[in-house]
Every structure is written in C-alpha cells, then in structure tokens.
C-alpha cells in the first residue's frame, strides 16, 4: 500500500488525488505500523516547518521516517524537513540530505510562486521522460541550498535543489501533484520505481 | 525562469459557473468541471473559481464541487466567496482548494488574514482588492464594488501583505467589463509596491492587453472570464503570441 503521511494542516488530500489519477490506491495515515509497512510513502508537506517537525516529534515520527527502506518521496515543505534544518522557526530537521532550507532575500517576490522549469544535473530514473523546458508548479518562500544529493536545481532569486535523492530517499520542491501532465509523469516515475 | 500566469475565472452559482460561456466541444457549459477540463487541456495555469452566491445550502452544493474539482484537475486552483471565518476556509482547503480568496471579510476583519497565514501558512492566502479611481487616487471597493472603503489601494495593498497575504488578485473596476485594456496604472504601482504576486484583473480583451501587463508592470499573472469563456481569445492561441513577445509563459 502506498502510504502519505498525515499532517496537522493543508491539503495533502490533493497528494491522494493525483495518485488516484494514476490508477493507485493509497491511505493517509500517521500510524507507523502502517507507514513501516508501506510499499511507497509519500511525505508531503504544508505548513509550517517547526510545527511540523513538531508534530512528526510528538508522535515518533521523525524516527519511523529515518528507518524507512522503501522509496520515500518529500514534497514541498517534505524536501526541506529531510535537510538538516530550516530557518523557518529556527527548526532542526530529519537530516536526511546534508544541506540546509534557507529563507529567500527578498529581491523578487517571495513566495516563488508559479511555473517554472529546473534543470538536471544527472539522470536518473526519478527524471525520466523530463525535459528541461518543462515546467512545474513551485510555492515556497523557503528553499534547500544545493549539494551533493541534489540532482536537479531551479533558479529564482539564487539557484536551489529543485529535486534530491539520496538512496532510498527521493525530494521535489514543486508540486508534482499540481504541475499537470509533466507532475503526473513524475508521479509515475517515483510510484514504479522498485524497491 | 519563472513563467508569467495566465488564469481564467469562472463564477459559480449554486455549483454551476454563470455568465455563459460558448464552447462547441463542451457538452454542458454550465458544469464547472466540464469548464475546468477544458481550461486545463488548453493550458490555464491556474483557476479561480468565485462564489457569486452566499446560502447556507449553496455552501453544501460549493464543498461537494470543489471535492470533485480537486479530484479532477492537476493544476492549482483559489476558491473566493463568502469566506469570512478560519472554519470557511478550512472547509474548502479540506476538499481541496489550493487557496482561498477573501476580499470584503478581509477589509471589514484584517485580522482574518493574520488568522489564516497563522493557520495555513501565507501561500493559501489570497487577498481580492477591487479597486477604483476617485478623483485620481485608487480607492478600495467593497461588497461587489458597491461600497468606498475608507482604504487607498495601495495604503491597503502593502497593509495586507504585511499582514501576511502570499498573493494580491487586484481588480480594476474601471476597466473591468470594457475589454479596453488592463489598468496599468494602478496594476504598476501596486505591483512595484508590494513583494508579493499580484494577479491583474479587469479588462482584457486583446491579446495586446496581456502584452501590454506583462511588459509595463510588475504583475505575475492575468487573469479573464468572458474572452476566455466566450472562446474569443483561445488560451493557446494567447501563449503562443505572448512567446512570440519574448513573454514567458509555460
């Protein structure tokens, strides 16, 4: 089963409607029984990254996602919480990806909000089938520093990891699940990803 | 590099959009998803869908709609209408809507956008400014545009992204309605104001007017009903032009 795991606010129900699109059942749910036993989890995020972490602390979260084996897939505010921390609220994160979320200097407008397209520093299956005109859907006033782990970065304001991957763990900072035909197949690309 | 927007507006009364609309490959212009489908196939960016009614059963019949819309479209959409309260909008983020529009509720009760930020986090929070000239300075509407607040457009512009806003949909009721162009005057000055996204809004009825926004002011998106509902200016056909300008847009 696939599994998103369940937050305090926002809309992760449009996580579960993009999956539903693609013909796949999955649960939202914060039990880690179920989330242990999943064969993908997806981790979206909305909100707040200190109250988030909060939440994910208060029920052992953050420990059920750190041993997870199976694909793994952050989104949003996901991307940021598996970096080792944010600057929103001061928040020490998962420390999945060995970078840092950063809040954007006001020199544009914040958020970065709307369409646009990153570009690949490696391929990988995640990317499959993406070309680097296409666009997808970002909103965020945050962003992670790029790295090691980043496989492909976008450019607003200064260039950021637009998707990460580390082993068993996959990130995008857009909104695949908002970002039409092009979110689809890369929906589609983490979901047949094996094991 | 981040594209300019392109969103067209359907208005919704008791779960069917209103205004007409006049699609030969639509079956029954009057289903909100029906519309919504369309849009996203040509390549809208965003929707916004507006409640033009305020009943309590209306609201029940807006819920369900906007379920199904989240269950159908892959592209991000704001619901506006009648929302004046932390549990309105919860109502509609919770079947789905990306963001919700607050625009008399938040003139009358500035506290609800500090409410909703806190609650949702500023990017669901979008603030509908209908705005008017009266003796040569912007003032802001209220209540469908019946009523002058005591607000400048843009004293209330940067007052409501201070208080934390994450987008302003700024409404001419000068141009709106006459298709003569968007009013780049006052669309200018809000959006080299704030620091936040600004929607233009009333007055569109030329591809030039799209041109004309995206070069002379600020704004990250346009938004328009009729010329998009009555098949005037098919979106691909606008996109296309606006390439053609070196005006980028997905």
Known sequence: ?195 | MLKKRIIPCLDIKNGRTVKGVNFVDIKDAGDPIELAKKYVKDGADELIFLDITATLEDRKTLISLVEKIAEEINIPFTVGGGISSVEDALALIKAGADKVSINSSAVKNPQLIVDLKERFGSQFVVVAIDTKSVDGRGKVFTKGGTYETRWETLQWAKEVEELGAGEILLTSMNSDGTKGGFDIDITKKVSELVNIPVIASGGAGKVKHFEEVFTKTQASAGLAASIFHFGEIPIPRLKEALKTNNILVR
């Open chain 1, 1 to 195: 089963m696939i599994v998103i795991i369940k937050y305090n606010a926002g809309n992760i129900r449009s996580v579960q409607n993009a999956v539903a699109r693609l013909g796949y059942e999955s649960i939202i749910t914060d039990n880690p029984k179920e989330i242990r036993e999943a064969t993908k989890v997806i981790f979206p995020g909305v909100g707040e990254a200190s109250s988030a972490m909060s939440y994910l602390r208060e029920r052992k979260l953050d420990e059920v996602i750190l041993s997870l084996k199976q694909p793994t897939l952050g989104i949003c505010l996901g991307l940021q919480l598996m970096c080792k921390s944010s600057e929103e609220g001061n928040t020490i994160c998962l420390g999945i990806f060995d970078t840092e979320t950063k809040q954007f200097l006001p020199e544009d407008k914040v958020p970065h909000m709307g369409w646009n397209s990153f570009s690949k520093k490696e391929d990988t299956t995640l990317l499959k089938g993406i070309n680097s005109t296409d666009d997808v859907y970002y909103v965020h006033g945050y962003y992670a520093e790029t790295c090691n782990e980043t496989i492909a970065t976008c450019n607003y304001i200064k260039e950021f990891s637009s998707v990460m991957q580390k082993n068993n763990f996959y990130a995008m900072q857009f909104h695949p699940e908002k970002s039409a035909s092009v979110g689809e197949q890369l929906l589609r690309n983490f979901l047949e990803l094996e094991k």
